[in-house]
């Protein structure tokens, strides 16, 4: 029941810069709810990396950063490091199926 | 140290039912809205339930509403997820997080693995 649409994956050399985005609609991002984004390594829970649009919880390093834009939101990784490499999700309220919602997801890699 | 512990998790037959349990520590669980997440193999995250503080309000996805049920006993910190009707897609991990606001989910369990299959 996803609605709001990640790209499959996105890679990376270490050190460099990469965007997330997250695309979602009028019901959702565009209806001024917030995002918050995770981090999930194989295997474990996903962890909250990202809330309220642009707030880093206390001990993620301000290597991730986020943003919102009309119907979008973005998670930027700057500084890419092997340990990054994880599946990423987007989350926001949609108020035509009134539940919270998850991004498809993002594989990133590190090359 | 916030520790959340699912339980109750295993292989069901479609059509069965299981009760899976969160236990919560280093957390007082009474202040939070709780919520259940889910994750098919292989396959995203999915919002399944979510709990008010005084279990006053409660909801489910589209597809656990009328066979999943989600409760809180804030006296024992622990929240609860009713699952009836089993089909084979509500094969998952399930975890237990809470709902910091709008969603947020700060603390997770460790999940629970739940199959159904004959």
């Known amino acids: 029941q996803s609605v709001l649409t990640q790209p499959p994956s996105v890679s990376g050399a270490p050190g460099q810069r990469v965007t997330i985005s997250c695309t979602g609609s009028?019901?959702?991002?565009?209806?001024?709810?917030?995002v918050h984004w995770y981090q999930q390594l194989p295997g474990i829970a996903p962890k909250l990396l990202i809330y309220a649009n642009t707030n880093r919880p206390s001990g993620v390093p301000d290597r991730f950063s986020g943003s919102k834009s009309g119907t979008s939101a973005s998670l930027a990784i700057t500084g890419l490091q092997a340990e990054d490499e994880a599946d990423y999700y987007c989350?926001?309220?949609?108020?035509?199926?009134?539940?919270?919602?998850f991004g498809t997801g993002t594989k990133v890699t590190v090359l | 140290e916030v520790q959340l512990v699912e339980s109750g998790g295993g292989l069901v037959q479609p059509g069965g039912s299981l009760r899976l349990s969160c236990a919560a520590s280093g957390f007082t669980l009474s202040t939070h809205w709780m919520a259940w997440v889910r994750q098919a193999p292989g396959k995203g995250l999915e919002w399944v339930a979510n709990?008010?503080?005084?279990?006053?309000?409660?909801t489910h996805v589209d597809s656990v509403r009328g066979r999943f049920t989600i409760s809180r006993d804030n006296p024992k910190n622990s929240v609860y997820l009713q699952m009836n009707s089993l089909r084979v897609e509500d094969t998952a991990v399930y975890y237990c997080a809470n709902d910091g606001g709008y969603g947020r989910a700060d603390y997770w369990g460790q999940g629970t693995l739940v199959t159904v299959s004959s």
């Open positions: 989350q926001s309220y949609d108020s035509s199926l009134s539940v919270y919602v």
């Open positions: 709990i008010k503080q005084d279990g006053s309000e409660k």
């Open positions: 009028s019901s959702s991002i565009g209806a001024g709810y917030v």
